[in-house]
């Protein structure tokens, strides 16, 4: 079996896992833990080809799409400036964030701002290839951010539910 199938096949048995036990973050959290744990003992590198990637942009982008409808837009005047805000806000707060990582010498200026800057990891890590970042702190980075917050704002929403 190849590396790449042996991590899409212990992702996905994770994924599947953790959604029927119905742990915090589920799928995607169970999935990314099977993949990373298969990742890191498999000799190797392993990449998805890029058609696949695509392919998943794709159905995430469009499963993110469909959360949207007509009775959304009457609510976009009064969320727009929350929006704005809390996005300037940890902008600034990934500026600090990252002048502390550089001062600290964990890692340069402009990695550490691909990896706290608010966003989603495959955009950010897009981003920080092109731009001749390391791709992989910038990746580990985000990874433990949303592990954190896939598992622990759902139990959040949960007890204040």
């Known amino acids: 079996m190849s590396r790449i199938t042996a991590i899409i096949f212990v992702g996905v048995a994770c994924g599947l896992l953790s959604k029927k036990l119905n742990l915090p973050g589920g799928t995607i959290v169970g999935s990314m833990l099977?993949?990373?744990?298969?990742?890191?003992?498999?000799?190797?590198?392993?990449?998805?080809?890029?058609?696949?990637a695509t392919a998943i942009e794709l159905i995430i982008g469009i499963s993110l799409g469909l959360s949207?409808?007509?009775?959304?837009?009457?609510?976009?005047?009064?969320?727009?400036?929350?929006?704005?805000?809390?996005?300037?806000?940890?902008?600034?707060?990934?500026?600090?964030?990252?002048?502390?990582?550089?001062?600290?010498?964990?890692?340069?200026?402009?990695?550490?701002?691909?990896?706290?800057?608010?966003?989603?990891?495959?955009?950010?890590?897009?981003?920080?290839?092109?731009?001749?970042?390391?791709?992989?702190?910038?990746?580990?980075?985000?990874?433990v951010r949303l592990f954190v917050l896939f598992v622990f704002v759902p139990i959040m929403a949960r007890y204040f539910l």
């Open 34 to 52: 099977g993949a990373a744990f298969i990742g890191l003992l498999a000799p190797g590198v392993a990449t998805i080809p890029p058609s696949m």
């Open 68 to 143: 949207f409808d007509r009775g959304f837009l009457p609510l976009v005047s009064r969320l727009l400036p929350a929006a704005i805000l809390s996005t300037v806000g940890l902008l600034l707060t990934s500026v600090l964030m990252a002048l502390v990582a550089k001062r600290l010498g964990i890692v340069d200026f402009v990695t550490a701002l691909f990896g706290f800057a608010p966003g989603g990891m495959a955009g950010m890590g897009l981003l920080a290839q092109a731009e001749g970042s390391q791709t992989s702190i910038v990746i580990f980075f985000h990874s």
